[in-house]
């Protein structure tokens, strides 16, 4: 494995004539390279880890030892005391540090180098638990930062249980089975009913095509699908073989059949959002090397296809708040929700780090909002977040979709009969919301303007209470007692109802958040003692909680709306036994709000929330954040990205998921080690009346460490794939079946027919699909064993590459067919998706696969 990981951030912004009539040292800070290390774990025998900065001046200056801080982004918490005593740590707000030199802090001569040693307040897993985004600031010129040079990680190996080696990936990749491609089921995801009935249909470009006008959009969308497979224009004749597109009364809205003959193609359906499965499902019936170039034919496998979904809602959630997505991106992403049947988009549009939506009405909330850059005070733009740096033109830290941006989305979607569910988070996650109207405030107070600047104030500025929410920001949360807050929310709604009318796109919810709101917040607020003594019905903050979604959810219902939000929309905090729970809210169960609960982290005691709601009459989308939450990482591995707070998820995770018990099928804790199953003692099964509650299930990828469209599509796939399945796909018998043994025997088969359909049929089409998608290619596994290295991986399928000379394996590496037998360390292997794409790659070391 290669000793370092190098990730190379920004090097820009060094001109000397400016720099010096800013008074600002001339040295490039681009200069600089910074290289973390992760020392230590359990670091004086607490939970903690033993750090390293080292800073190195690879100018041809000297880099002086004082007149400068540095800052920097980490997602865990700092000792402010340097473990080295040359330095100062604090935390600004948020995931903001700064780093200021210590008395005696030495110049850094050209070539010379300087360790900084800290102590985090948890330990290293991954590199996710690493600093990111340096740049510096010098006192001289304290408004304006500098980005570093390049950034490395070195290579660590916690010593904790649960590892995720070669030889452990080995192990689990035995028991997959490796299933000829004729024995596969040819749709994705599984129909209800799939029959091959014998021959072949030859699609051509000449053909008829017989449709129902009903279906017009859909017979528009399926020619030009065609057309790209076969590079020419469809030419409909009167003659020939034929493609049809039919009304079949009866039949569930989103439900349809294929029927593939040798001289036709038959797709028939009730509704417009069935045909277009229909048309979906045709697509995944056909070869996947079609989709890498132009055919002068496709050769279509005879096909009796009945099919409807097991569930009607089937969401995937996008986070763009905390680093910003391009729209060329999310219409990509739609493409493949709608190819796998995902029929809703929740699209979580503003968070503390970033309000990505024009709103009209509100041209603050984009023009400061959604821009970061180095900033102390957030007047006019947010402080850089998760490694941003401190330009306000990263296109990851800073972005919006203006007005016809998401009128295009809109469309987009619903073309392809896609719900987008915009999500604005309130009251708390709020911080780019409250910042924004502050500068409206400071704006139009200048202006003399004092009604209308406070017109849309989120905070009361005598508010004195002190909070630090679970991503340690103290000034994020609206205050539900300000009148104002419900000028502002009626103003966004309105704006966003506008929009989805001028698109001519259905508006059926809006997502007002709900979540992670700390303790001690509106304590001290002026505004809440001032409606508290109004409103006898608010004897404590809490009650706060019940007044705001109240007012919120009339201001929705005004407008034909219902309300969604996060599962804490719908609980009534209460204590048993002196100690604080949660119950589902009586008060507000009969209003029909959706809930999308995401917490049922093992071992945390909230386990059955999800249970308890639906029991309790609340429509519920299932969210969990153990097997559904796609930016935690794949398995317990340094290298490998992702947050791990509630659980490791790789694909096996949605896959295996048991919406109506995932009790049952939950047998790893969060740390990935074997679950001790007594915590769902006393906990709510979900009853026959709950059962229908539930609306349905939600995939999610919050933004944090999603900086790229490369690492978007990477933590997404192939683990989609998995949800699809059991958010289509009828229940399983290995879900239902009592029988222990038996659950595993036929979990096991359906487990193999699963990633051999990935690995043979999906991951190919997906390579060159929509332009090719940067899908999650697995580690192999890798053994010794008798003086060979024997090697596997999870998708049957796919190519294993090899060297033996310590380079890494490329696409004309040797293919590995059988156990290799070599001598000495460097042997390295590597899995290959069909365009030359490489994975991550495993090797040997004196025998040891690491």
Not at 154 to 178: E, M, V
Request: aromatic share 12%.
């Amino acid at each position: 494995m290669p000793h370092f990981i190098a990730a190379i951030f920004s090097m820009f912004l060094f001109i000397p004539s400016i720099a010096q009539q800013n008074n600002t040292p001339a040295f490039p800070a681009q200069d600089l390279s910074i290289h973390w290390e992760a020392v230590q774990n359990d670091y004086q025998n607490r939970p903690f880890s033993l750090n390293a900065i080292t800073v190195t001046n690879n100018s041809s200056v000297e880099f002086p030892g004082t007149g400068w801080k540095m800052y920097f982004n980490s997602a865990r918490l700092i000792v402010p005391a340097a473990a080295s005593g040359n330095a100062r740590i604090d935390l600004m707000n948020g995931d903001l540090f700064s780093l200021t030199p210590a008395a005696g802090f030495p110049a850094l001569k050209p070539g010379a180098s300087v360790r900084i040693e800290y102590v985090a307040e948890e330990p290293v897993v991954n590199i996710t638990d690493g600093p990111e985004g340096f740049y510096i600031v010098w006192d001289a010129n304290p408004d304006k930062g500098f980005p570093t040079g390049p950034f490395t990680i070195q290579t660590f190996k916690p010593s904790y249980k649960g590892l995720i080696t070669p030889a452990i990936i080995y192990d689990q990749n035995k028991l997959i089975r490796d299933i000829p491609m004729d024995k596969l089921t040819k749709i994705f995801p599984t129909p209800v009913s799939y029959q091959e009935t014998g021959g072949h249909f030859n699609l051509v470009s000449a053909l008829r095509l017989n449709s129902d006008e009903r279906f017009n959009k859909e017979k528009d969308e399926l020619v030009s699908m065609l057309e790209t497979v076969l590079g020419k224009k469809i030419v409909i004749g009167t003659s020939g073989d034929t493609l049809s597109l039919g009304y079949k009364e009866g039949l569930p809205a989103e439900g349809y059949e294929l029927e593939v003959k040798s001289n036709s193609i038959d797709i028939r359906a009730s509704g417009s959002a069935g045909m277009f499965y229909g048309i979906q499902s045709l697509k995944t019936l056909f070869p996947p090397a079609v989709w890498a170039k132009s055919q002068t034919s496709v050769r279509i496998p005879a096909v009796l296809v009945k099919d409807e979904p097991r569930f009607g809602y089937r969401a995937f959630m996008l986070d763009v708040g905390r680093n910003f997505q391009p729209k060329k991106e999310v219409l990509k992403l739609l493409d493949v929700m709608a190819l796998y049947k995902l029929n809703v988009f929740h699209f979580h549009l503003t968070d503390d780090e970033g309000w990505r939506l024009e709103i009209p009405s509100i041209p603050e909330l984009t023009s400061v909002g959604a821009l970061r850059g180095h900033t102390l005070d957030s007047k006019h733009f947010l402080p850089p977040s998760h490694g941003s740096g401190p330009d306000t033109n990263n296109t990851t830290g800073s972005g919006f979709y203006n007005r016809a941006d998401f009128i295009e989305i809109l469309r987009y979607a619903d073309a392809r009969h896609i719900m987008v569910l915009p999500e604005i988070e309130t009251p708390g996650h709020a911080r780019a919301a409250i910042k924004s109207m502050n500068a409206r405030y400071e704006r139009l107070m200048k202006e003399g303007k004092k009604e209308e600047a406070e017109r849309y104030l989120l905070y009361d500025p005598n508010d004195q209470s002190k909070y630090s929410t679970s991503q340690s920001w103290n000034d994020n949360i609206i205050d539900p007692a300000l009148p104002s807050t419900y000028n502002f929310i009626e103003t966004v709604i309105n704006d966003i109802v506008a929009i989805y009318k001028e698109a001519g796109v259905p508006l059926k919810s809006i997502h007002f958040g709900g979540d992670e709101v700390p303790e001690h917040v509106w304590e001290k607020s002026p505004a809440y003692l001032t409606l508290k003594a109004s409103h006898p019905e608010i004897q404590n903050t809490s009650d706060l909680w019940y007044y705001f979604y109240g007012r919120v959810n009339k201001l929705v219902k005004a407008r034909g709306l219902y309300l969604s939000g996060w599962e804490e929309m719908g609980l009534r905090r209460t204590k048993l036994d002196g100690n604080y729970m949660y119950v589902p809210n009586p008060d507000f169960e009969p209003e029909h709000l959706q809930t999308e609960v995401w917490n049922n982290t093992l071992g945390g005691g909230n386990e059955d929330l999800a249970y308890k709601l639906a029991n309790g009459g609340y429509s519920v989308v299932l969210t969990c954040v153990t097997h559904l939450y796609f930016d935690m990482a794949h398995y317990k591995s340094f290298e490998e990205p992702g947050y791990y707070w509630g659980a490791f998820t790789d694909i096996d995770k949605p896959f295996s998921f048991i919406p109506f018990d995932y009790f049952k099928n939950s047998n790893v804790d969060r740390d990935g080690l074997p679950l001790n199953k007594n915590i769902f003692i006393g906990k709510q099964r979900l009853t026959d009346y709950g059962k229908s509650n539930i609306a349905g299930l939600q995939s999610a990828l919050w933004g944090e460490n999603i900086k790229t469209t490369e690492r978007l599509e990477y933590m997404i796939l192939p683990s989609m794939l998995g949800f699809a399945e059991r958010a289509w796909a009828k229940d399983p018998d290995w879900a239902t079946i009592a029988d222990t043994n038996i659950n595993k025997l036929l979990y096991a088969d359906a487990w193999s027919f699963f990633l051999n359909s990935v690995g043979k049929r999906e991951l190919p089409m997906l390579d060159y699909y929509r332009g090719g998608y940067n899908y999650r290619i697995p580690k192999p596994g890798l053994v010794f064993e008798n003086g060979r290295y024997a090697a596997n991986l999870q998708f049957p399928g796919m190519v294993i590459r090899y060297t033996t000379d310590g380079k890494d394996p490329d696409s004309k590496s040797r293919e590995y067919k059988d156990p290799v037998s070599a001598t000495g360390n460097g042997i390295k292997f590597r899995a290959f998706d069909t365009r030359g794409r490489g994975g991550a790659i495993a090797e040997i070391n004196q025998g040891n696969p690491l």
